[in-house]
């Protein structure tokens, strides 16, 4: 049965492992890459998994396994609180096509609600991945803006759709 629910410290090293994956299998998805990240030692993982007001980070779990994780962010800044980012969304393959990239958003979307109180959440996404475009539109956003030349990953630029959902009061 799968769950949903906000990862903790103690998630670090699942948490860890399966973004390493993800930046191996996907770079052109994320704005690290696995070089950059592959060092990081796990006390540091676990305190950014560390409860914190502005942000939370979401994990799929298919039994004991961590299968797919979200993160989202509120804006720091007071003229800007009223909006949240999503990031690093990431599904193993052997979970793909079963929902668990809704059951991320869905639930972050909840959490961007009540407890944060944002009335919107944007997220960056790779123009040529329409899959995730596609997930994306069903769950209510729209894109707002197209950045060419996002990324570049091995000498290759990728543009980015940048989408936004608006949050009901």
């Known amino acids: 049965m799968m769950q949903v629910r906000i990862l903790v410290p103690d998630d670090a090293a699942a948490f860890q492992a399966l973004r390493l994956q993800g930046l191996l299998e996907c770079p052109s998805a994320f704005a690290s890459s696995h070089e950059e990240e592959v060092a990081t030692p796990i006390a540091t993982v676990a305190q950014r998994l560390a409860a914190q007001p502005d942000r939370a980070t979401f994990g799929a779990f298919d039994g004991e396994a961590l299968v797919g994780v979200l993160g989202l962010q509120r804006e720091a800044m007071r003229k800007l609180a009223h909006k949240a980012t999503l990031w690093g969304m990431y599904v193993a ?53 197209l950045e060419p030349g996002f990324l570049q990953v091995e000498g290759e630029l990728h543009d980015e759709v940048h989408m936004l959902r608006v949050l009901t009061a």
């Not at 961007?112 to 991945?129: D, E, H, I, W, Y």
């Open 93 to 145: 393959p052997r979970a793909r096509r079963d929902g668990v990239g809704a059951r991320l958003v869905g639930a972050a979307l909840a959490h961007a609600s009540r407890p944060m109180g944002v009335r919107q959440v944007t997220l960056g996404v790779n123009a040529a991945n329409p899959a995730a475009l596609a997930l994306y539109r069903r769950l209510g956003f729209e894109a707002f803006g």
